[in-house]
């Protein structure tokens, strides 16, 4: 009897330390930065700790991972270095080399770092390097839940393939990343290593798959003393050239097109950094792509443009931002070629479909007591089409869009855990009688003390023209359990009729009240000689309009995942 208690009690105790344990690195400081060549032959390498002991979360749940993994780290006054060595006989590699940021579902093996450098388990960065060499980095939200794969930073890696398995260098410039500067900082991180032709992932520090939250889980990086980064200042000219040939009625006019513009990325301390774009026409840029939409709303499209693209994750937590909308398609565009397209009085000599920017700046970071703050601001150039009467030669003009002023403030503080506040406002100014518009958005995020539990309450309020009678509100709350073999997520949300934040945002549903249930059950260790883990879904949404009170769309699903142990044999 002794004996079986004994063996209880251990046990548990195992499952404790496995899922309460941290682990922590001690970086070392160097004075002469390793070269990145993938062979790890400087003196420095030899006298830093070993990160290894990889935990596989696919496929063998909590068990070691099957080949080891050794990673080092040091760094200078100016960058975090990081050595990785994958341990694999040559006929376990797969090498596929890709576009960069391209390594997701591809035949590569893949190493990355995570960091969560105010450690707040809610916003951190991630680097990915694939065996082929290619590079993949993204600044991460929403406790990792979340990510900007847009995001593109500027660093160094080196891949060299042995017998033995493969080693990556890399070198990570602290311009790079944003931290609080103090004399002794603590970081979150962890190693990721993923071995393709087994499908096996697995990571330094352990993840629980049955708990939400990936920043939550990393480990902790110790050993980061006072560090002085050098400035970041980045400066991006660009100018553009075109000609362009119109014949109308047998006259041939030609011109050249011209235009030119300055990006300008500052960093004002290691915390907060400016943007700034000068007379931006953005000809540089890729098209989007032709898109048949048949649905009945609006198409929602990529943002290509690097300024709207980068150091943006704060503006979009309260997804009231839609940055295609800043220097869009001038509002009249449309009703410009309806009216006087292929009309036999009139031609349409000018009718631009994109409206020109002054100038724009935003502002981001994150302060030492973890509160991020975000400053947006753009002026668009007031936009006119020229229409030209046959008969006379009089030229008609037209205003398509007036001059506008976009701006966007966040506010987000990172509470204790994962808990968080987000406060963020949009308006949008319009010279003359268009309408003007200001958005407002309170998002408060609430876990237990043991982060099992969490509640998310979220009002909007939209105000058209600065009158009482424009105002619309949005309401919701979701209660969730993020923790265990079985979680749960209820929510409720209700728009009312005016509520519209499409002048600076994007909106697919309106007057629309709707209620869901998600409950699952998954069992990642399965007592089953053929089952790896199994997941169950069950779920149900139920949609009405707000007013008056009627009937929409009920909707029930059921889904089943089974991964088998001959998964990766």
């Avoid at 001690?26 to 030899?46: F, H, M, R, Y």
């Avoid at 260098?169 to 393709?196: C, T, V």
């Avoid at 502002?363 to 030209?388: C, D, E, H, Q, Y």
């Amino acid at each position: 009897m002794r004996v079986l208690v004994c063996l209880l009690f251990c046990l548990i105790w195992s499952q404790l330390v496995i899922a309460q344990s941290r682990k922590s690195y001690t970086i070392q400081s160097v004075n002469e930065a390793p070269k990145i060549d993938g062979n790890l032959n400087e003196i420095c390498w030899q006298q830093c700790q070993v990160a290894g002991d990889f935990i596989q979360t696919i496929p063998k749940t909590d068990q070691p991972s099957s080949y080891e993994t050794e990673v080092k780290m040091c760094y200078t006054n100016s960058s975090v270095f990081i050595a990785a060595v994958m341990h694999q006989p040559r006929s376990m590699s797969l090498r596929q080399l890709t576009a960069r940021d391209m390594l997701y579902n591809i035949n590569s093996d893949i190493f990355a770092v995570f960091f969560d450098t105010y450690d707040d388990h809610q916003n951190g960065f991630t680097f990915r390097v694939s065996s082929a060499g290619v590079q993949h980095d993204e600044r991460l939200s929403d406790g990792g839940e979340g990510g900007d794969e847009s995001w593109d930073a500027v660093w160094r890696s080196k891949v060299v393939t042995s017998e033995n398995g493969w080693t990556v260098e890399m070198e990570i410039p602290f311009s790079a990343l944003r931290f609080s500067k103090q004399e002794d900082m603590n970081w979150g991180i962890n190693f990721y290593r993923s071995i393709r032709k087994i499908n096996e992932s697995s990571y330094w520090n352990r993840i629980d798959m049955q708990k939400q939250g990936f920043l939550a889980q990393t480990g902790q990086l110790k050993g980061l003393k006072y560090i002085d980064p050098p400035v970041r200042l980045f400066l991006f000219p660009y100018v553009s050239t075109g000609f362009l040939q119109q014949e109308e009625s047998e006259v041939v006019t030609r011109r050249w097109l011209r235009s030119g513009g300055l990006d300008v990325k500052y960093g004002l301390n290691e915390s907060f950094t400016l943007d700034v774009t000068l007379i931006p026409d953005f000809s540089q840029v890729i098209s989007d792509n032709v898109v048949r939409n048949l649905s009945p709303f609006e198409q929602q499209l990529n943002e290509n443009r690097p300024f709207f693209t980068e150091g943006t994750e704060l503006f979009n937590k309260a997804a009231l931002f839609y940055s295609r909308r800043v220097g869009g398609k001038p509002a009249l565009y449309n009703e410009v070629q309806s009216n006087y397209g292929d009309h036999e009085k009139y031609v349409i000599e000018k009718n631009p479909n994109v409206t020109t920017l002054f100038n724009g700046f935003k502002i981001s970071g994150r302060t030492k007591n973890k509160l991020g703050i975000g400053v947006f601001n753009a002026v668009g150039a007031p936009m006119n089409a020229r229409v030209k009467v046959r008969a006379t030669g009089e030229e008609i003009k037209i205003e398509t869009e007036p001059l506008t002023n976009y701006n966007v403030l966040v506010l987000d503080k990172a509470l204790k855990g994962q808990s968080s506040f987000n406060f963020t406002n949009t308006n949008v100014w319009r010279n003359g009688t268009a309408t003007d518009a200001n958005v407002s958005s309170f998002i408060l995020t609430k876990f237990n003390k043991k982060e099992t539990y969490s509640i998310r309450l979220i009002s909007k309020t939209s105000v058209l023209n600065s009158t009482e009678s424009d105002v619309g509100t949005a309401l919701g709350i979701v209660l969730a359990k993020v923790s265990g073999k079985f979680t749960f997520n209820m929510s409720a949300n209700r728009l009312s009729p005016k509520f519209d934040k499409s002048d600076m945002g994007i909106q697919f549903d309106y007057n629309n009240s709707n209620q869901n249930l998600s409950l699952n059950y998954a069992e990642n260790k399965p007592k089953s000689k053929h089952l790896q883990l199994y997941r169950f879904n069950l779920g149900q949404a139920f949609s009405e309009n707000t007013v008056p009170f009627t009937f929409k769309s009920y909707q029930a699903n059921a889904s089943c995942f089974l991964l088998f142990k001959s998964f990766g044999i």
